[in-house]
C-alpha cells in the first residue's frame, strides 16, 4: 500500500461520492476505483459497501481510516518540516477557539501570521469544546485552545500550556444593581437577564455551591451564545449580566456579589498526543505566553 491509496481512500470516505472524490483528486474514476481495489486486496477485506450509485464505509472501512487519517497528516507534516521553519513559513495551521480563548486570540493569532508569516495559511475554527475536540480527533484541525476544565481526561489528547484568568459577573458601570453601592444577593441578580457561554461542569458546581440550586446554570443562564463577544455587547447595551472572563469585556464592571465569586476561567493548549505535531504549531506555542500574558493571565502548573 502507498500513501497516495490512502490519502485516496481517505478523501472517498469524506465525501462518499466517486465523482466528487475524483475530481477533488483530479483523477479519472476508473484510476479512483483501481487505487481503492488495489488498497482493498492489500488489506484483505472490503472498505466501502457498494449499493448502486452509493457507498458507504464497511465496520472495516471505519477501522481503516482513522489509522489512515492519521498516517496521511503525518506525512503532510513530515514533508511541511522538510521545507523548513524560518521567517517566511510556509503550510498551514488549523486552530480551534473555544468563546474565551476565540474572543482573546483571533485577532492577536491573524495579525502575527499576517506580519510575520504571511505565505503561511491560518484557519481559525470557532465553536464548543465538545465539537471542536471532534474535529481534532478528525484531524481537521491541527490544535485547540478551549475550556481546559471540559476537556475529559484522555489517553489521546494532551493538555498544555494552561492558564486562568479572572471571571466574574459582569454588568454596565451604571447598571441598577451597581447603584446600590453594596454586594448583592443572587436572589437579586436573577431579577435580571443572564448571559454566558456554555459552562463546564466544573464551574456548574462552583456556582451551585456558592449560590445554592437556583445558580444552575442550565436555569440561570436565560442568554446562551457560544460568542462571547456578542454576549458582552448585549450586557453594554442592557440591564443582563454577563458570566464571562473580564480581558474579554472592557468597559464593563464586577458585579460585587455576596458571597463573592472569586471564579477563574482556565483555559489550555490541546492537540493529540500521538499525533506528529505541524510544524506551523510552534509559532502558537511560542506567542501564546505573551498574548495571555498581555490579558493578565497566570500560568497553571
Known sequence: MTLVQLKHFVVLAELGSYVQASAA?????????????????????????????????????HEVLSRARRLVADAEALKQTGKGLHAGLVGSLRIGLSSGPG?????????????????????????????????LREQHLDALVVDA???RPSADLAVSQVFELAAGFLVRPDHPLM???????????????????????EVARILISRYGPQANPDDMVTLRSDETLSLVEVAR??????????????????????????????????????????PALRILREQLPRWVAGYGATAVA
Open 25 to 61: 483528486l483530479y483523477l479519472t474514476q476508473p484510476a479512483l476505483t483501481r487505487s481503492i481495489q488495489a488498497l482493498e486486496d492489500e488489506l484483505g477485506g472490503p472498505l466501502f459497501d457498494r449499493i448502486g450509485r452509493r457507498i458507504g464505509l464497511t465496520p472495516f472501512g
Open 103 to 135: 474572543a482573546l486570540l483571533s485577532t492577536p493569532l491573524m495579525q502575527h501570521m499576517a506580519q510575520h508569516h504571511p505565505r503561511l495559511h491560518l484557519q481559525i475554527s470557532r465553536g464548543n469544546t465538545s465539537l471542536l475536540i471532534d474535529e
Open 149 to 151: 476544565r471540559s476537556v
Open 179 to 201: 447603584q446600590r453601592g453594596q454586594p448583592v444577593g443572587i436572589e437579586d441578580a436573577l431579577a435580571y437577564p443572564v448571559a454566558s457561554t456554555p459552562l463546564s461542569d
Open 237 to 278: 447595551a442592557s440591564d443582563a449580566i454577563v458570566l464571562t472572563i473580564h480581558a474579554a469585556a472592557p468597559g464593563l464592571v464586577q458585579l460585587p456579589m455576596s458571597p463573592p465569586l472569586a471564579a477563574t476561567a482556565r483555559f489550555g493548549l490541546v492537540t493529540l498526543a500521538q499525533r506528529q505535531p505541524a
